[in-house]
């Protein structure tokens, strides 16, 4: 946690990764998103809930992201 902000990363080995940002101050501040690496596919369990959209990265190449906000407090 730094200022206020816990942020959490899960990666998985094909390629999906999941981050969680929660900020304590802010309710409005908070979303879990999904990350997709270059040629995976939208997981089916994600692909009629989600859009992801194309970004490009130095590191990763193209990759396709999608996030939702966290509405209550847990």
Excluded at 12 to 18: F, N, W
Excluded at 46 to 74: D, H, M, N, P
Aim: no cysteine; charged share 30%.
């Amino acid at each position: 946690m730094v200022d206020g902000i816990k942020w959490t990363y899960v990666f998985y080995e094909s390629g999906l990764s999941i981050n969680i940002l929660y900020t304590l101050n802010d309710p409005k501040k908070r979303a879990v998103g999904f990350k997709l690496s270059e040629g995976m596919e939208v997981p089916k369990e994600l692909e009629e809930k989600f859009r992801f959209a194309k970004q490009k990265s130095k590191l990763a190449g193209i990759i396709r992201s999608s996030f939702f906000v966290i509405k209550e407090e847990y």
